[in-house]
């Protein structure tokens, strides 16, 4: 972050400071965004309908008011519930988002933490989030509450093995497990001797890309894959007895995180922030890869809603025959592909 | 072996694509060379309401209006009403004769004639039964009040509610049934 003010000499606080408001912007801006581009507006659109209009031209404050209206709301616990657990579970679903955007790169010098196994560990600290939803389902004293973060459990976790198998095509193609490595090896790729666009993953690794997207739509719990939040079914899974702040907190999470897997997509697919013909180490990418990366994000952003809108929701048990009978083998052979096809060229 | 869910991928893309069709549906609308210009509040079905009215269909069931002559406090109305909500009092009256030098008549007219329209249900039984032509239902649905109490709309606000009720539409073709005429 720092290089982005050339000449300006930081202490360790502002660098700190900077880097905890730029992380605050890249989680609270993609959320918004996805949630009144998508949510408010494309979803609306898609009923033919316009949603809010209100608050805001073209209801663009509408965010705003419901961020209020959930703060005046009582904080209710019920009265059998584990209160310490029940308190802190949104946190740690929340600060699984947080961390997720640690190691995600904006631009050649715009990054939080540049580590060598950058991709591993953003898939680690993102299971995190099933042990705040597994604790908000048992704290809550509820049935409803408990099966679906008993429901939520089971289904990160079979999604998460085609997810992180999608991504190991992705890391053998590109060599390293750092996310600027592998932002790098796209933007100097070439396909069949052609080096024009680089060689955005999503061409060789489409594959892994689909399964990727699905894996990520089940890990979000958007629509296909909502059984943890089925409101026809169990209310509202285990967010039933949260309300007021700890409900918004929730729902931000969910957004963001939605915003955060757009971005590993983004990254590990798209070819991240670097565009074509723009040189990988020039300055101006500080400024410009973070809109590249949005725009890309919002991109992948759209693919998630719009399955998200269209389909209904799966059976919990043909949810996990999906992932274990279908997708993992799928994303196995993609592996075996990619490591013949590595070592023959 | 259970067998994996068939995987219906012509469905799915179906699917896909209309929801994506109603999207440009809705931001362009077909209106000539202005087509690529977006605007979805020309698209969308649905209408602003408080700042764009909806025009109901003329016999929509809005709001019940009473013809205040043609009243005989039958009770009818009233009695039948599965909810109690219609209120009626009134007296006999003398009124002049028909014709000169007849005998003066007697009449009954309406001291009260409330509907609470927190009670009412819509069922239209009222409007049915009434042998004398005074109930008729008026498309009118702007008669929301803040307060509960306030729903109890009186005899006047009833009577208004007649400029609003439009007349009967004819019956299908080859029907011999007079087409009834609303009292104006």
Not at chain 1, 5 to 25: A, F, I, K, P
Not at chain 1, 148 to 177: D, F, K
Not at chain 1, 204 to 227: K, N
Request: glycine share 8%; with cysteine; charged share 15%.
């Amino acid at each position: 972050m720092h290089a982005l003010l050339t000449g300006v000499e930081l202490s360790y606080w502002q660098v700190s400071l900077l880097r905890v408001l730029g992380v605050l912007v890249a989680v609270v801006l993609p959320a918004g965004g996805f949630v009144y581009v998508f949510l408010f507006k494309m979803m609306s659109f898609m009923q033919s309908r316009l949603g809010p209009m209100e608050a805001g031209p073209y209801g663009s404050i509408q965010l705003l008011a419901e961020v209020g209206k959930f703060l005046q709301k009582e904080d209710i616990v019920p009265e059998r519930a584990d209160r310490r657990l029940f308190f802190i579970a949104p946190y740690i679903v929340l600060a699984s988002t947080f961390l997720l955007l640690v190691v995600m790169p904006f631009g050649p010098d715009a990054y939080f933490a540049n580590l060598d196994t950058g991709i591993f560990l953003a898939l680690g600290l993102s299971s995190v989030s099933v042990i705040g939803i597994l604790i908000a389902g048992w704290a809550s004293a509820n049935k409803y509450s408990l099966i679906g973060g008993l429901r939520a459990a089971g289904q990160l976790i079979a999604y998460e093995l085609p997810m992180v198998l999608a991504v190991v095509g992705v890391v053998i193609q590109a060599g390293t497990l750092n996310l600027q490595g592998i932002v790098a090896a796209q933007h100097q790729g070439e396909i069949f001797g052609v080096d024009a666009i680089g060689n955005p993953f999503v061409l060789t690794q489409l594959v892994g890309f689909l399964v990727f997207l699905i894996a990520t739509q089940a890990e979000l719990t958007q629509t296909p894959f909502d059984m943890p939040v089925a409101e026809s079914e169990i209310v509202t899974g285990y967010m039933t007895e949260y309300s007021g702040l700890r409900f918004l907190l929730f729902f931000i999470g969910e957004f963001a995180t939605a915003g955060a897997f757009a971005a590993i997509a983004a990254t590990l697919f798209l070819g991240g922030w670097a565009l074509p013909f723009v040189d990988l180490d020039d300055n101006v990418m500080n400024v410009v890869g973070p809109l590249v990366l949005f725009a890309k994000m919002m991109l992948v952003g759209f693919l998630i809603f719009w399955a998200r809108f269209t389909f209904p929701r799966f059976r919990e048990d043909q949810l996990q025959a999906f992932a274990w009978k279908f997708l993992i083998p799928i994303s196995l052979v993609n592996i075996l592909a990619t490591m013949a096809l590595k070592v023959a060229f | 072996m259970p067998a994996l869910p068939k995987l219906k991928l012509p469905g799915l893309f179906t699917g896909l694509r209309i929801t994506f069709g109603e999207l440009i549906k809705t931001v362009f609308p077909k209106r000539g060379i202005r087509t690529f210009i977006p605007a979805p509040s020309k698209g969308a079905v649905t209408v602003q309401y408080p700042h764009e009215n909806e025009s109901p269909a003329p016999r929509a069931r809005g709001v019940i209006a009473l013809k205040e002559e043609n009243c005989t406090v039958c009770m009818l109305c009233s009695r039948s009403c599965p909810d109690w909500c219609i209120y009626i009092e009134g007296h006999k009256t003398k009124a002049p004769p028909r014709r000169p030098g007849g005998k003066e008549r007697t009449v009954s007219a309406l001291d009260r004639f409330d509907i609470d329209y927190a009670l009412c249900m819509y069922c239209g039984i009222c409007v049915e039964v009434c042998p004398f032509d005074a109930l008729f239902w008026s498309p009118e649905y702007e008669y929301s009040e803040p307060r509960l109490a306030d729903l109890l709309h009186d005899m006047d606000r009833l009577g208004e509610w007649m400029q609003t009720v439009p007349d009967f539409e004819p019956y299908e073709a080859g029907s011999d049934a007079k087409i009834r005429k609303v009292p104006r």
